[in-house]
């Protein structure tokens, strides 16, 4: 009986995090979801990579592609009002944009990973400001990388990992899909 009741009481401590998605973006008044891109094995880009060629980036497994696909499925399912799909310049974000299968996905200089090159932290950033002041209604998803995603919501995500932002108070829940 007691384990029971302890059961109980440790459930309704259970943080909002693992609220449905779009209940817990209506409460919080998410504007935005930042996803950190699908699995990339390893760490970071080689040495000279270059944005416009992705033979000389890190780019998605076929798991990755995978759990792309699986991540925009479960975001269709949850029934997020997304309005529109915004990506870093990656390949692989872009890529995850892409099999999010979510609306055409627009690149997004703001959510460049800095990862490496702290000279680009601040000027990225500005310009992710200027993106999150000009949102449409709705939810924006954002496919980006670890170091922007903590940047702005203090949160740390795996691959494929997930926050809800709200712009206006700055709170972020982190939620998972699938």
């Known amino acids: 009986m007691i384990k029971a009741a302890l059961a109980l009481v440790?459930?309704?401590?259970a943080p909002a995090a693992h609220a449905e998605p779009?209940?817990?973006?209506?409460?919080m008044g998410a504007d935005?979801?930042?996803l950190r891109h699908a699995l990339a094995p390893g760490t970071?880009?080689?040495a000279g990579f270059r944005l416009?060629?992705?033979s000389t980036q890190r780019n998605l497994s076929d798991e990755g592609r995978q759990q792309a696909r699986e991540i925009g499925d479960a975001i269709r399912a949850s029934n997020l009002p997304v309005a529109q799909v915004l990506t870093s310049q990656w390949c692989r974000a872009r890529e995850t944009a892409e099999l999010l299968a979510l609306g055409r996905p627009v690149e997004e200089p703001g959510l460049n990973s800095f990862f490496g090159n702290?000279?680009?932290?601040?000027?990225?950033?500005e310009r992710l400001q200027k993106a999150l002041a000009a949102l449409p209604e709705g939810i924006?998803?954002?496919v980006t990388h670890q170091v922007v995603i903590t940047a702005i919501t203090g949160q740390t995500?795996?691959?494929?990992?997930a926050v809800l932002y709200d712009v206006d108070t700055g709170r972020a829940e982190p939620v998972a899909f699938p």
């Open 10 to 13: 440790f459930l309704s401590l």
């Open 140 to 142: 924006t998803v954002m």
């Open 52 to 54: 416009d060629d992705c």
């Open 32 to 34: 935005v979801l930042f």
């Open 118 to 125: 702290p000279d680009a932290r601040a000027p990225t950033l």
């Open 44 to 46: 970071g880009d080689p």
């Open 157 to 161: 995500v795996s691959s494929g990992g």
């Open 22 to 27: 779009a209940a817990l973006a209506r409460e």
